[in-house]
């Protein structure tokens, strides 16, 4: 893993993330969207996957190539990458991208709490998606 903060950054329907390293744009958009969608039926079975106590390591290989946009050598390397960064890293991550795409890539503002990320693009300390 890497020293550098875990903690995605969000800018014009742009999250961005680091595996292995690498700083990796997870795109929410309609593509993205129908992808997910067709992969699971509904942004919610990716999100009760990515949510599931074991993780689905799968799940979330699918939505960051679908929301980067990753296709054949790239998007094999995704898997590695997540798992060099580690699986419990990522898959909070992968949750708050899913409510930021839900969200149409606009960062959630919360109702009189601080779940969630925050307007400065930071995540909240525990990295729950709210």
Sequence with gaps: MTATSTAPRFAHGVMTISLDGEDVELFANV???RTICRL?????????NTNAFD???DTLVNVVNAAAGRVGKQA???AEAIFAEGVIVVA???LLFLNFLA????V???EGGTTGPKADGEATASG???
């Design 128 to 130: 729950e998606a709210g």
């Design 92 to 94: 909070p991550q992968v």
């Design 40 to 48: 699971y039926g509904g942004l919610n079975q990716a999100f009760t």
């Design 103 to 106: 969200g149409g890539g606009k």
């Design 31 to 33: 593509r993205a969207s």
């Design 76 to 78: 094999e390397a995704t």
């Design 108 to 110: 959630a503002k919360p």
């Design 55 to 57: 993780f689905d390591f």
